[in-house]
């Protein structure tokens, strides 16, 4: 069965990093490889919008809200994606989700909390 796990959430002060990662598990690398994976934030009383998200090519893609500060992008051999963020802000405070688009996987979400 496919899993996504999310990791690397906690509380971080304003203008600081983390990293978030997320690895499948119970899937083939020929069909992980392929696949876009996507970010997506859901803040506290709002609706869940993508982020960030990187094709099979390796190609890309940004909101405007993180853009400049959110680095995607994966380790095929290790089924991972990752999301560097830097210089955080009290907006970017949500659960990350990560997605498996063509497979249609979620993940459980992991917590990222931003002081002002």
């Known amino acids: 069965q496919v899993r996504l796990v999310e990791s690397g959430g906690g509380s971080v002060q304003a203008g600081g990093s983390l990293r978030l990662s997320c690895a499948a598990r119970g899937i083939i690398t020929s069909v992980f490889n392929p696949d876009t994976v996507a970010w997506h934030r859901q803040a506290p009383g709002k609706e869940r919008e993508l982020i960030a998200s990187?094709?099979?090519?390796?190609?890309?893609s940004y909101s405007e809200s993180v853009k400049g500060r959110f680095t995607i992008s994966r380790d095929n051999s290790r089924k991972t994606v990752y999301l560097q963020m830097d210089s955080l802000k009290p907006e970017d405070t949500g659960v990350y989700y990560c997605?498996?688009?063509?497979?249609?996987?979620w993940g459980q979400g992991t917590q990222v909390t931003v002081a002002a």
């Open positions: 997605n498996l688009e063509q497979t249609n996987k």
């Open positions: 990187i094709t099979g090519g390796r190609s890309t």
